[in-house]
């Protein structure tokens, strides 16, 4: 399995407080994503990173902030959780478009609950 | 906004059958296309890719077409098992991002 760790696994939270979730690779593979998973809706991308300090939005990154100081962490943080971010968050991690193996590895997936 | 459309949320088939499943995508041009499989309470775990100038793609029992011009992939399962049962995701790719369809599951029945 490619090293690749999400913690918490799983998370239960109050709505209004801050979350951080954490995606630590040992490949040094330089793209890294966040997406959610929610049934009905399939898997969404949140934020991804090409580079240390490099990040970009997806198609669902409002209420969600990122961060990758170092190539094997990326955080994502709810800055103030909500009901609608219940949801099982997954990172992954690719080596990028211009390789000729580009398949992203998958975490565990981490559940969080906001009530 | 780029769109990618898996056509049937689930598919159900004799085992021994071939499975066939569809992806589409609108307002892309990706330059790869992936499958991945992904079972219950796992994450997704990749399967085949297809580059755009690609047709076809082979990997054992699984076969992945790419036709750009009807903006579609097409992903193949012969010979289908009950092991085979999970749901199926089309994801496309270029410049770094990487979205994914909503999935197919399959049911392999004995």
């Known amino acids: 399995d490619a090293g690749i760790t999400q913690s918490p696994r799983h998370k239960v939270t109050e709505t209004g407080t801050p979350v951080t979730l954490r995606c630590h690779q040992t490949?040094?593979?330089?793209?890294m994503y966040w997406y959610r998973q929610d049934p009905g809706h399939g898997l969404r991308l949140i934020h991804y990173?090409?580079?240390?300090?490099?990040?970009d939005k997806g198609e669902v990154s409002d209420g969600y902030s990122v961060s990758r100081s170092k190539t094997e962490d990326f955080l994502l943080t709810l800055e103030s959780a909500t009901s609608s971010q219940t949801s099982v968050y997954f990172c992954?991690?690719?080596?990028?478009?211009?390789?000729?193996?580009?398949?992203?590895?998958f975490g565990q997936g981490t559940r969080l609950t906001v009530v | 906004s780029q769109k990618i459309e898996q056509n049937s949320e689930a598919l159900n088939i004799q085992e021994g059958k071939t499975a066939t499943l569809t992806c589409n995508y609108t307002n892309y041009s990706p330059a790869y296309l992936q499958w991945y499989r992904q079972d219950p309470g796992r994450g997704p775990v990749f399967l085949l890719l297809i580059r755009e100038n690609e047709k076809e793609k082979r990997k054992e029992r699984l076969k992945v077409t790419f036709d750009t011009t009807l903006k579609q992939s097409l992903f193949h399962i012969t010979a289908s098992q009950p092991a085979d049962s999970a749901t199926y995701l089309c994801a496309c790719g270029s410049q770094g991002n990487l979205i994914f369809g909503k999935g197919t599951k399959l049911s392999v029945k004995p």
């Open positions: 990173s090409y580079g240390v300090k490099d990040t």
């Open positions: 992954a991690i690719a080596t990028g478009p211009g390789s000729r193996n580009t398949e992203a590895f």
């Open positions: 490949e040094n593979h330089r793209y």
